[in-house]
């Protein structure tokens, strides 16, 4: 029988400060054992459970694509406990990972569809995920839109591989901050205002995430635009433990989070009351 | 049905624990709980203050102990256990949970979501349950299609008729047990049982009829229902510590940053705590939403899922609570909401 609860040893490989602050940081980790890399077999959308043996574990949406082998990527953001000891890492620390949990994206749904993805502030990292596995299937999938706004340009993570994406070719990426600032040559406003703008087709996916209130604002403007219930899909959190549906924390109506979820269509979360 | 004389029970516990750590129900202090006993004379036989549930399920359990990175889970080969005394409101409680913690869920990977500590236990475990031979007024495990001599989910049942245990195998397991002990199921006890059955029953409040309960809580969408419902609880969590059916637990470390033990502790959703995020917000923050949580989980959110409630009738929250709640009345409120429409 597995165990669930163990986790794996994984090793900081790298470290990435997103923004001045130093708020935001990027850990690359690899598998210290060859058989849990082989194991471990997720897609975007997933999450761990980071572990620091002593302080606990917090859950952190998968920002790699499985197309990137042998690496795990999270971008955290100090705020407690366990986040403010997964900041003090250093290169070479070995850490706990249990995972991966919880479901994924469309992926497989997706294909031949137009796409169009939707992601605000530091809750970029599993749309990270997603657009880079989209990219290297590259022909499986339609046009893919994305739109990303964050407060003020040093909030975006991954900022350099957002320069890469704005210029190719078959991604149309939209930048966004919240007001004008100097400098600043891309769009100004809000996502959901620059969401009804972009006019996505309503015949495209949309996957949508990012602070409670940008989801909340951003979904009417999409059904308004005449999506569908069924092709919307957004990822949620709640206060996680277990990530195995066992400890009751996440339960949102009959749904347990880290186990039905993170991610849910909006015709699923429509049906469970006080989703949002 | 096999008997056993009262004056033989200490032996039959004695070559139980060959095979087996026997749990029973014990006194601790002025309450009562199911822990492993040594001797036959330990066992009471009263309704316990705390549920069954600690026996696979302990109200604090290491999950693994850590020293550096390395780490080491708790032995779980263990002799299997005996559970003697259980009435059939806590026997239903295990298998609400064993959904829970069995109920395995299946990713790309292939993994199975199970709960090792839980699964192993109770798996191997051999359940007597014990008919209830003298329901308190505040039982009502009859309302759940149960009643104090439900044998669902016994591996043996047990009746007590004064001068001897009756003992009657119902599951394989059961069965099984009975031919290794050379027990042979003849003798006829069944109209001792019978009547013993019908003064229980006889005995509890009358039954009502929840099967308009799941729906109605579908409909029900105005927090004041809530709210009046609140009035009296104070958030003390009480309800869901002895409540044979609440599965819900913290993990936490304990121990220094090179040397300790990650553990899991009874939780309870009606701590403000339980939801609270590192940003501060909380999703269930006021103490209305809490008890609709309880409420809505028993009645209504595990029935979706599986078809059944997440209550079994114990009555041990109406007892414990110190406000003097009786979830019989949210239910009966509910069920009159319904036909007031
Ligand atoms: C599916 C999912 C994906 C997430 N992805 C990311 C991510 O990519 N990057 C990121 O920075 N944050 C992410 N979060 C939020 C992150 O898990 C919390 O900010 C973090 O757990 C806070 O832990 P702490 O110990 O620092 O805070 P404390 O306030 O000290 O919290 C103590 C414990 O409470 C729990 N907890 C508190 N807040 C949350 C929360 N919001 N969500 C879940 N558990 C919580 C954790 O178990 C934590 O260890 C995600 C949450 C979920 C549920
Ligand atoms: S909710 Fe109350 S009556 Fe129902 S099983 Fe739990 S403790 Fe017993
Ligand atoms: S009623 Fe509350 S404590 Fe009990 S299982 Fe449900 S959520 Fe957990
Ligand atoms: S985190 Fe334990 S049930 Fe979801």
């Not at chain 1, 703008?197 to 309503?202: G, R």
């Not at chain 1, 059904?223 to 990822?235: C, H, K, Q, R, V």
């Not at chain 2, 917000?281 to 309880?294: C, T």
Request: charged share 25%.
């Amino acid at each position: 029988m597995c165990n669930t609860y163990i986790p794996f040893q994984m090793k900081i490989e790298n470290i990435i400060d997103e923004n001045p602050d130093r708020s935001l940081r990027t850990f690359d980790l690899s598998f210290v054992k060859k058989e849990d890399e082989e194991a471990f077999k997720y897609l975007p959308g997933q999450f761990c459970e980071f572990s620091i043996l002593g302080k606990g574990e917090s859950p952190f949406g998968i920002a790699s694509s499985p197309t990137e082998k042998g690496l795990l990527k999270f971008t955290v953001s100090r705020i407690g406990l366990v986040t403010n000891e997964i900041h003090h890492l250093q290169i070479g620390d070995i850490v706990g990972m249990r995972g991966p949990l919880g479901n994924w994206y469309p992926v497989e749904k997706m294909k031949g569809k137009d796409i169009v993805i939707i992601g605000g502030g530091f809750a970029f990292t599993t749309l990270r995920s997603l657009i880079v596995y989209l990219l290297e299937n590259r022909a499986d999938y339609g046009k893919i839109t994305v739109i990303y706004g964050a407060r003020t340009p040093e909030l975006f993570i991954f900022k350099e591989e957002l320069k890469e994406w704005d210029k190719r070719e078959d991604l149309i990426l939209h930048l966004t901050i919240d007001k004008p600032i100097k400098g600043w040559n891309k769009l100004c406003g809000f996502v959901p205002t620059i969401t009804k703008n972009v006019e996505p087709d309503p015949t495209s996916w949309a996957i949508v995430c990012g602070p409670p209130i940008m989801i909340k604002f951003t979904l009417p403007v999409l059904s308004e635009l005449g999506f569908d219930d069924n092709i919307i899909y957004t990822s949620l959190e709640r206060r996680m433990k277990c990530g195995i549906g066992k400890c009751g924390r996440c339960g949102i109506g009959s749904k347990y989070i880290c186990i039905d979820g993170p991610v849910f269509s909006l015709a699923e979360l429509k049906k469970i009351p006080d989703a949002f | 049905m096999i008997e056993i004389k009262k004056k033989q029970f200490g032996d039959f516990i004695k070559n139980l624990m060959e095979t087996y750590r026997v749990f029973a129900p014990t006194k601790d202090g002025k309450k009562s709980s199911f822990s492993e006993i040594k001797k036959a004379d330990e066992i009471v036989d009263v309704h316990t203050t705390k549920s069954a549930k600690s026996v696979f399920f302990p109200q604090a359990e290491v999950l693994f102990n850590y020293s550096e990175n390395e780490i080491e889970v708790p032995n779980l080969e263990q002799k299997p256990i005996a559970l003697w005394g259980i009435h059939s409101c806590d026997t239903k409680g295990l298998l609400s949970l064993d959904k829970v913690f069995k109920n395995a869920h299946q990713l790309p990977n292939n993994k199975m979501y199970e709960d090792p500590y839980w699964n192993k236990k109770y798996a191997e475990s051999l359940i007597f349950t014990l008919a209830c031979n003298e329901p308190l007024t505040t039982c009502f495990c009859n309302w759940f299609e149960s009643g104090p001599f439900d044998k669902t989910g016994a591996d043996i049942f047990v009746v007590d008729n004064g001068e001897s245990f009756l003992l009657e195998a119902i599951s394989d397991k059961g069965q099984t047990f009975f031919i290794q002990s050379g027990f042979d199921q003849e003798g006829e006890h069944q109209h001792a049982v019978f009547s013993l059955k019908k003064k229980a029953e006889s005995m509890m409040e009358e039954k009502q009829d929840i099967s308009s309960v799941f729906e109605t809580l579908n409909e029900i969408q105005e927090k004041e229902f809530w709210e009046e419902i609140t009035q009296k609880c104070i958030n003390c969590g009480a309800c869901t510590f002895v409540c044979p059916t609440c599965h819900c637990f913290d993990v936490s470390d304990e121990g220094k940053h090179q040397k300790g033990k990650r553990i899991r502790v009874w939780d309870s959703c009606m701590f403000g705590i339980f939801t609270e995020e590192a940003s501060g917000h909380n999703p269930r923050g006021l103490s209305y939403q809490r008890v609709q949580q309880r409420i809505m989980h028993k009645f209504n959110y595990f029935y979706d899922n599986y078809e059944e409630h997440l209550c079994s009738g114990c009555g041990r929250c109406i007892r414990v609570c110190p406000t003097n709640l009786d979830i019989r009345e949210i239910v009966k409120k509910i069920i009159k909401r319904k036909n007031n429409v």
